[in-house]
């Protein structure tokens, strides 16, 4: 049976098609205006009209009728970070609008988990925001701030931060040490954030989000943390993965 996993999430939908507990396709789309729309235009392009078993998740899981489940993003992160690296302590997720530190048991069950949705400091959105000013592409993050001196940043509001950014490059700090000062203070934010929880040195962090394709930004996460984070090529999609792998097991005991 094909099994399709979808996070709905704020800012980008991520699709995910598994067959015999294998990734075949992947797909993701900019959430819009419309999530509804989104959802189900994820849910054809990877079905193309076969029946699949269909879990959910994220900020627009109940969005999709024909789904056969809906799960919540924390145990869908756990579960995805989970399949695809093995041995992993704890995840931190770097979201478009939120972020997300869950304790994961050794069998990949979830212990503890914190949310930060309050907020759009220290989010894929904030860090986008910033980038603008500066104008550069955040895809081209890594190059631009590698081997630069953070410029600090002393607020993570948006609002704020923004002027303070613009402030800095009139007085002609150099545009790609105020990126790096902005990531540090992003890791700076997020490791304390994480810290609330028991993770130290010995811990293998699983991170995960948009920026997790950054190899700068985990290291800085790293170094922030003092302690060992990984992350894979999928790991934009680890909520969908989740969706899709819990989808496998509950359609296998159907089948059962």
């Not at 049976?1 to 699709?15: A, N, Q």
Request: hydrophobic share 40%; net charge neutral; charged share 20%.
């Amino acid at each position: 049976m094909l099994i399709v996993g979808i996070d709905s999430g704020s800012t980008t939908t991520k699709g995910v098609l598994l067959e015999n507990n294998s990734i075949i396709k992947t797909l993701i789309e900019p959430t819009g205006y419309n999530p509804k729309s989104t959802i189900m235009s994820i849910h054809s392009e990877l079905t193309k009209g076969k029946e699949a078993y269909t879990v959910t998740t994220g900020y627009g899981r109940n969005l999709l009728e024909n789904a056969d489940k809906s799960i919540t993003e924390i145990t869908c992160h756990a579960k995805g970070a989970s399949y695809l690296c093995k041995g992993i302590d704890a995840v931190i997720d770097i979201g478009g609008q939120d972020s997300k530190a869950i304790m994961l048991s050794s069998d990949g069950q979830v212990i503890d988990f914190l949310m930060n949705d309050k907020c759009a400091a220290g989010t894929g959105r904030f860090i986008e925001v910033m980038m603008k000013i500066l104008h550069k592409d955040i895809g081209h993050i890594d190059s631009f701030i590698k081997d630069k001196t953070a410029v600090k940043i002393s607020s993570m509001c948006t609002v704020f931060a923004e002027s303070e950014v613009i402030s800095l490059l009139a007085n002609n700090n150099d545009p790609g040490n105020i990126a790096k000062g902005i990531i540090d203070s992003i890791c700076i934010r997020t490791s304390n954030f994480a810290k609330k929880m028991p993770i130290n040195s010995k811990s293998k962090v699983f991170f995960s989000g948009g920026l997790a394709k950054s190899n700068e930004v985990r290291l800085l996460l790293a170094e922030k943390l003092n302690c060992e984070v990984v992350t894979h090529e999928y790991a934009q999609y680890v909520g969908a993965i989740g969706a899709a792998v819990i989808g496998n097991q509950k359609a296998n005991k159907i089948l059962m």
